[in-house]
Structures are given as C-alpha cells and as structure tokens.
C-alpha cells in the first residue's frame, strides 16, 4: 500500500470523535488560553459558532472522492487530448498550524475512452481541501484519487497557494506563493507533457 492509501485510509477510518458539547468547552478553554472572558457577551456563542464552523470547513472527512467522482461518460466522439480544469479555487488548513491554505488547482487528465463531468474534478479538489492538509500531500491526493477511480492515461496536478502560516505568523511574509506539481500516467517522466500542461494553464489567450 503506497504512502497516499495509507494516508486515506487513516483519514476514512472510524476515529472515535468528542461530543459537540466536548467541542465547544474545548474552545472556550482555547479562549481562556490566549486571555479571553468566555462570558462576556460577544463570546457567549463563540463555541458554538465554531464548532458549526469547523463541521462546514473540515467536511472532507465525511465524504469519499470515489463518490464524489461518480459517473463517466463514454460518448466522447473519439476525443482523446488533455482535459484541463483550471483556476479551481480552493480553501484549506495546514495541519501544522490549523491557519489557512488559500490558492486554486490546475487539473488535467489523458482521457481512455471515458471522461468525467467537470464539476467532479472541482468536488474532488474540495473534499481533500476540506481536511487539514499540506499542499505537498493534496496535490498527490487529488491525482491519485482521479487516476484510481478513472483509470485515465494520466495525470497532471499543479497547485498555486499562500499559506497564511508564513503570512500571519513566524517570518510573516505576505503574498509569498508555493507551487507544488504531480503526474502519473503518460505525465510522469515525459517533459514534453508536463510542459503542454504548464503551458496550457498559463496560456490566458
């Protein structure tokens, strides 16, 4: 098993999860931490609020890319060059500090006799984007779940993001952007694709 399933395997695995009422006192204890009055009135429902906020934000884990992938469709008229959809924009948090990843992916596929429909690829990117993440691993996860459920040709993931864990904290660095890049299939190893790709994506025509 390659170090992606084992990943989501973990992350799909049935993790005994607190009650929401263990949720929010977690929160108001976080607000004691950094000097704050859990009862004052502007921080009355604080907790709660968040609490809704982290079900919506981390809603990836209750959701399963192969679902979101569906059907495909195999009337395509002998089509068989790159599928690209780009500027996906996405939210996410680093694991490391639980602050946000804000950026968009680039995604393309080599099509083998079957395509997807285009709003799959954008819900694949949000269900990954939807846990704590590093880039690093939410470009391999989004193309491997794409290459493993359709089986295409391959692969070609680029994601462009400014993570605000450098932004907001440690060397504070504002706009400073990480670009990370995977392949698999007829992209791995083959230059010529993978610059097709590039520029495909930068080509604003």
């Known amino acids: 098993m390659d170090a992606f399933a084992k990943r989501n395997d973990k992350l799909q695995s049935d993790i005994e999860r607190p009650s929401r009422q263990e949720a929010e006192d977690a929160v108001r204890t976080l607000l004691r931490f950094i000097g704050e009055d859990v009862d004052r009135e502007g921080l009355l429902d604080t907790p709660k609020r968040v609490v809704k906020a982290y079900s919506e934000m981390f809603g990836g884990y209750d ?47 080599l099509p083998d006799g079957k395509v997807l429909g285009l709003s799959k690829i954008a819900r694949v990117v949000d269900i990954f984007a939807n846990r704590l993440q590093t880039q690093e691993a939410l470009t391999a996860q989004v193309a491997h779940a794409i290459h493993n459920t359709l089986r295409p040709l391959g692969v070609a993931v680029m994601i462009e993001a400014e993570h605000m864990c450098m932004a907001m904290r440690g060397i504070r660095k504002q706009g400073s952007t990480t670009l990370t890049t995977t392949f698999t299939g007829q992209f791995k190893g083959d230059a010529a694709a993978q610059a097709r790709f590039i520029s495909m994506i930068r080509d604003r025509g």
Request: net charge negative.
């Open 63 to 109: 959701k399963d890319p192969e679902d979101a992938l569906g059907r495909t469709f195999e009337e395509v008229a002998g089509y068989d060059d790159i599928v690209l959809v780009r500027d996906i924009p996405f939210h996410s948090h680093c694991e490391h500090h639980m602050v946000p990843i804000i950026g968009k992916a680039h995604v393309a596929y």
